[in-house]
């Protein structure tokens, strides 16, 4: 059931109570007829006539809803929540207002960076109205108002920003947003809770030329660590061969210990030329042969 007057849904306390008046009013009614009683009509009028005030007179609000109330044109009353009275014909409902926090999706198509990259930016603000009277006196529409503000915004701020730290400094974009639009949105007594853009989408053709680039830094990093590793190489090879020049014994021992590395796993025989067999001392390294040569070969 509607109240045609405010265009809002009678509320279900306000029904029931003229209900139960109309159903008096037939009650007194009948008995009148039956009791030949011609003044209690006057009593039946009043109850009719109560059961289609109240529900006009009667208003609930819900706990997030504030109601505000116009005079014959003028500001009565902001009300909310619950149960609350006005004059039917005399005080109006001009708007109801939410106060939960709210959200917007906006986006930008086809806008340029300052770089001249055409990107399609997809976005969310979460919004509040803190002021309920600025919120249904100062515009038309703020909803409406909050999504054209937020895409002319959003435009802006891609305009004044490059493509790569848009797309690196996200989160240093929603800040400005959320500044700009809240700095905008405050005369109309809403408040931008936080802005997020959701999705940056730019040319397929410059998707793959940022990809190559991409991949061809990671080569050349990987080239230059490469680099690097073989420099600290070289380099401990030639402190290496330093320590070997100054002590020879060391460079022996190094080279029994290689050929032992290599024959203890498999049992395997290496032939050494005699000229790098008396290098290596002769005596010792046929020592090391007998021990781990294989039997039988």
Avoid: C
Avoid at 88 to 102: E, L, S
Avoid at 187 to 199: K, L, N, P, Q, T
């Amino acid at each position: 059931m509607k109240n045609v007057l405010f265009g809002k849904e009678a509320n279900p306390f306000a029904i029931l109570l003229s209900l139960v008046l109309f159903l008096i009013a037939v009650l007194v009614a009948a008995m009148a007829y039956f009791w030949q009683l011609p003044t209690a009509y006057f009593g039946i009028g009043l109850l009719v006539i109560l059961g289609i005030l109240v529900p006009r007179a009667l208003m609930v609000a819900n706990q997030w809803e504030r109601m505000v109330i116009l005079r014959l044109g003028k500001l009565r009353d902001i009300k909310g929540p619950g149960l609350f009275v006005i004059v039917p014909f005399v005080d109006t409902v001009a708007a109801t207002i939410d106060q939960r926090i709210q959200t917007t999706g906006f986006n930008a198509e086809r806008t340029l960076t300052q770089d001249t990259v055409p990107v399609n930016v997809d976005a969310i603000i979460f919004w509040q109205v803190h002021d309920t009277e600025r919120a249904a006196l100062e515009i038309a529409n703020y909803r409406e108002a909050i999504g054209q503000v937020a895409q002319t915004s959003l435009r802006e701020m891609i305009g004044a920003t490059e493509l790569s730290a848009l797309l690196s400094e996200r989160k240093k974009a929603d800040e400005a947003l959320r500044e700009e639009i809240g700095s905008k949105t405050a005369e109309w007594g809403v408040a931008a809770m936080s802005v997020e853009i959701r999705d940056v989408a730019i040319p397929a053709g410059l998707q793959d030329a940022m990809s190559r680039r991409a991949q061809a830094e990671r080569e050349k990093e990987a080239r230059i660590i490469l680099g690097a590793s073989e420099q600290q190489i070289a380099q401990t090879f030639v402190e290496a061969a330093e320590t070997y020049a100054k002590a020879p014994g060391a460079l022996q021992l190094r080279a029994m210990n290689l050929v032992y590395e290599a024959t203890k796993e498999r049992g395997m025989t290496i032939v050494i030329p005699s000229a790098m067999a008396d290098s290596m001392n002769p005596a010792g390294l046929g020592g090391l042969l007998a021990a781990t040569a294989v039997p039988g070969r």
